[in-house]
């Protein structure tokens, strides 16, 4: 017999309801399809058919409300996570969906048509459970008091909506917020609004003209990406984060902003990741020196930053009294290439015995596979380097390699 024929039903069950959460997921109506064992335990995991995705424009109404029904009929009682993204005027849907609110954990909102609209501002419907949030494309946000109260709620996403942000919402219970496709003054209001936001990701905003507020707030966790230039000088300088732990910068455009920011504020932090930030080797050093509490280090642009000046820099030397560049270093990721000597970095490496997870770009060099990085791996240090994608350079003799997390 076939070992997956073998399996406890609870631990079939279980693989299906993580594959489901993936991004390519398993559909729970192909899972049933395969045979009847597997029909069996699909029908009776009633979380495997928890999540509901209305946004299907090649299904005709009628047979998207059938199937709908049966969904929810299959789903039992367990807590639902709805994407709703239905351009088509099919209220009936909709009701359907309200009429188990009551059961909604996360909900991704676009309104498209105005009877859509009408009947979701006119519902009174309950979310008690509601944890997750997000609405979208929204070209008014008039909806009524049907998100008042929501006792759970904690997440929010409000992406590219061209209306005010609703004061409605109940600001002060957030701890994660993300905003997309708006602008500095709205992001400092909504965290004047909301003083418990822990974590927050801004995305494809812009600068704009207006009455910016300072903010000091109790952010753990900064990423901002893909903004416009601007907007992180508008942003940051007028905010302070005493108790910055993670800062995350993709494809930046103000790098100038960025040592003025430390330089005022010097954040405890631990988790720098700066991807495609123009930053020169010289300035990237000096930020480095006002971060000397961060112990994930990951840094990715064109190669002729990574040279053998930050590997230099990075290297201990012992009776040496010079302040020692990010003592605390235990995780590095270097990616976008390498242009030092092959000694300069071994030296680095050798110097921090402490580090324990290091990822490189390959970029066609051959010597992270010389057995002088072996002492280093038998020492605890894990190296990984980024082919297209991560791979063990130690497991290449036995054919073995890394999933990417």
Request: with cysteine; glycine share 4%; net charge negative.
């Amino acid at each position: 017999m076939a070992s997956i024929l073998r399996l406890p039903v609870e631990i079939l069950s279980e693989i299906f309801f993580l594959c489901s959460k993936t991004q390519d997921g398993c559909r729970p109506r192909l899972v049933a399809t395969v045979c009847k064992r597997w029909r069996n335990v699909a029908l009776s995991t009633s979380n495997l058919w928890s999540h509901i995705h209305l946004d299907q424009e090649e299904i005709n109404a009628e047979s998207l409300h059938s199937l709908l029904e049966l969904q929810l009929q299959r789903s039992g009682q367990a807590p639902l996570s709805i994407v709703f993204c239905e351009p088509r005027d099919i209220t009936s849907t909709l009701k359907l969906l309200l009429a188990v609110s009551h059961r909604w954990q996360s909900l991704d909102l676009s309104i498209f048509t105005d009877g859509q609209q009408e009947l979701i501002q006119n519902s009174t419907s309950h979310f008690p459970i509601l944890k997750k949030l997000r609405i979208r494309s929204l070209p008014v946000f008039e909806l009524g008091n049907i998100f008042r109260p929501l006792p759970l709620l904690r997440e929010l996403t409000l992406s590219w909506l061209s209306c005010p942000i609703p004061s409605t919402l109940p600001w002060a219970q957030l701890t994660k917020f993300t905003l997309c496709g708006s602008s500095a003054v709205v992001a400092l209001d909504v965290l004047h609004s909301a003083p418990n936001i822990t974590e927050i990701w801004l995305y494809d905003c812009h600068s704009h003209d207006g009455d910016y507020r300072t903010i000091t707030s109790p952010i753990r966790s900064l990423k901002i990406s893909h903004c416009r230039t601007g907007f992180a000088r508008d942003l940051l300088g007028h905010l302070t984060l005493p108790e910055l732990q993670e800062l995350i910068l993709d494809d930046f455009p103000d790098s100038s902003i960025i040592l003025s920011f430390f330089t005022g504020s010097v954040p405890p932090l631990t988790h720098l990741s700066l991807t495609g930030v123009g930053v020169s080797e010289g300035e990237l050093i000096a930020l480095l020196r006002l971060t000397d509490t961060v112990d994930h280090l990951d840094i990715s642009w064109p190669s002729d930053v990574h040279t053998d000046t930050l590997m230099e820099a990075l290297t201990i030397h012992s009776g040496n009294r010079r302040p020692r560049l990010l003592p605390n270093l235990r995780e590095l990721s270097i990616t976008g290439g390498l242009s030092c000597h092959n000694d300069v970095l071994l030296t680095m490496l050798e110097s921090r015995p402490d580090l324990r997870l290091v990822e490189l770009y390959y970029a066609g060099r051959t010597f992270f596979f010389d057995r002088a990085f072996d002492g280093l791996r038998k020492a605890g240090m894990k190296m990984t380097v980024l082919l297209d994608g991560p791979v063990d350079p130690f497991a290449e003799h036995r054919g073995e390699r890394e999933i990417p997390s």
